[in-house]
């Protein structure tokens, strides 16, 4: 067990001893890279705990409390990947970084009672690690207990959707560079459309290798399961905070989603908007064509 390892098993104790002490705390337990066997956790992964908690708005009003575990260099609250809560990030000392997911017993319960949602299924699925377990309620959140998620391709509405979507934007984006907004610009390129683009990734993905395929959640270890040809682009897809570099990055974008996406509508048998897309192109080209008379 190296240094960075050893640290954090004893953060772990001291989180154990800290909830043991807290009666609102009924258990808490590791998800994420430090409890899974598959893509376990490095030197460089943070420490994600979920604590179950009668009350778990307090521990997002108030930050006082992460002083009975140890000594924070910083910590703010943001939303949870999937946007579903909040959760709140602990830089401790020593660099040592955890995400506690505050949720409510009830809520848990209901879930365990319903049925996960996907995105917690499949968080599940990989592997948890329970701390403490004050009411033997954690069970439900064992592993063995929840199915992988099935997943399920797009509807033709909604991959049609996403299609006229980012052409849509692309076009965006172009009228934003003309008129040399760059921070505009280079958001929609390299964050909305970027998006999208994931998005699209992930269906393809599915497409061709299966519904088994494992395209993990929002991006992780997109170099291994997405396809070559695609990754091989993305070196071209991100832009400097330049005007020109955006164009570029804008042109390599739509390059890629066009020839991406019309594989994947053909795949699943979905027909595919080639008008749109022509026209969309033409615009961003007349734009571009507009910015060099300028």
């Known amino acids: 067990m190296d240094e960075t390892q050893l640290a954090y098993e004893q953060l772990i104790d001291q989180i154990i001893s800290w909830a043991r002490e807290q009666e609102n705390v009924r258990a808490a337990i590791v998800i994420g890279s430090r409890a899974r066997k598959d893509h376990p956790a490095d030197r460089w992964s943070d420490l994600d705990v979920l604590i179950l908690a009668n009350d778990p708005q307090r521990y997002l009003d108030d930050s006082e409390w992460v002083r009975g575990i140890g000594v924070p260099w910083l910590t703010f609250v943001e939303p949870t990947g999937d946007g579903s809560g909040f959760e709140r990030r602990v830089l401790f000392e020593g660099g040592l970084d955890v995400d506690f997911a505050p949720v409510s017993v009830a809520e848990v319960r209901a879930m365990a009672e319903q049925g996960f949602p996907p995105?917690?299924?499949?968080?599940?699925?990989?592997?948890?690690?329970?701390?403490?377990?004050?009411?033997?309620?954690a069970r439900y959140l064992e592993p063995a207990g929840?199915?992988?998620?099935?997943?399920?391709?797009?509807?033709?509405?909604?991959?049609?959707?996403?299609?006229?979507?980012?052409?849509?934007?692309?076009?965006?984006?172009?009228?934003?560079?003309?008129?040399?907004?760059?921070?505009?610009?280079?958001?929609?390129?390299?964050?909305?459309?970027?998006?999208?683009?994931?998005?699209?990734?992930?269906?393809?993905?599915?497409?061709?290798?299966?519904?088994?395929?494992?395209?993990?959640?929002?991006?992780?270890?997109?170099?291994?399961?997405?396809?070559?040809?695609?990754?091989?682009?993305?070196?071209?897809?991100?832009?400097?905070?330049?005007?020109?570099?955006?164009?570029?990055?804008?042109?390599?974008t739509m390059d890629l989603f066009a020839w991406l996406a019309p594989e994947t509508a053909e795949l699943l048998g979905y027909p595919y908007p080639a008008t749109g897309e022509q026209q969309a192109t033409a615009l961003v080209k007349a734009l571009y064509m507009e910015r060099e008379q300028s």
Not at 215 to 222: N, S
């Open 119 to 137: 995105g917690v299924q499949d968080i599940i699925r990989r592997g948890v690690r329970i701390l403490i377990d004050k009411d033997g309620f």
């Open 146 to 252: 929840i199915e992988s998620p099935v997943y399920q391709p797009p509807t033709d509405s909604r991959f049609l959707n996403l299609v006229h979507d980012f052409w849509y934007h692309a076009v965006w984006a172009a009228k934003h560079l003309r008129r040399r907004e760059l921070w505009w610009a280079k958001g929609g390129c390299d964050g909305h459309l970027k998006y999208l683009l994931q998005q699209m990734l992930e269906w393809h993905a599915h497409a061709v290798k299966g519904p088994e395929w494992d395209t993990w959640m929002r991006g992780r270890f997109l170099e291994q399961w997405a396809d070559p040809r695609a990754v091989a682009a993305l070196t071209d897809v991100y832009a400097h905070y330049d005007g020109e570099d955006i164009w570029r990055a804008l042109q390599a």
